[in-house]
């Protein structure tokens, strides 16, 4: 499994970024989509999942002003973020669960910087 983000770059407070992500290879047995974070000198942390069924997951600081949308039969999924902060900034890495291999993929990282 293969993983192509994009979408990343430099955005004011306040403003709104659209990460985009689509799996390619051998994705017919992924179970769910997500997208994670990892800011300097930070652990990565889980930022919003969707599962193919359609069900969603949020961390607590995102909820609200994020939403996490996919295309389970494209296995694509994009990550709509609005009211941006400062604290918002980190690269941003897209993730795929095989639920036959039991395997996490990751997309090569893409970075968002909130800054005025």
């Known amino acids: 499994v293969q993983l192509q983000a994009s979408g990343g770059g430099l955005v004011q407070p306040g403003g709104s970024l659209i990460l985009s992500c689509a799996a390619s290879?051998?994705?017919?047995?992924?179970?769910?989509m997500g997208w994670y974070r990892q800011a300097p000198g930070q652990q990565r942390e889980l930022v919003a999942t969707?599962?193919?069924?359609?069900?969603?997951a949020y961390a607590d600081s995102v909820k609200g002003r994020f939403t996490i949308s996919g295309d389970n039969a494209k296995k694509t999924v994009n990550l709509q973020m609005n009211s941006l902060k400062p604290e918002d900034t980190a690269l941003y890495y897209c993730?795929?669960?095989?639920?036959?291999?039991?395997?996490?993929?990751w997309g090569q990282g893409t970075l968002v910087t909130v800054s005025s």
């Open positions: 993730n795929a669960f095989d639920r036959r291999t039991l395997s996490d993929y």
């Open positions: 969707i599962t193919n069924s359609g069900r969603t």
């Open positions: 290879g051998s994705i017919f047995s992924i179970a769910a």
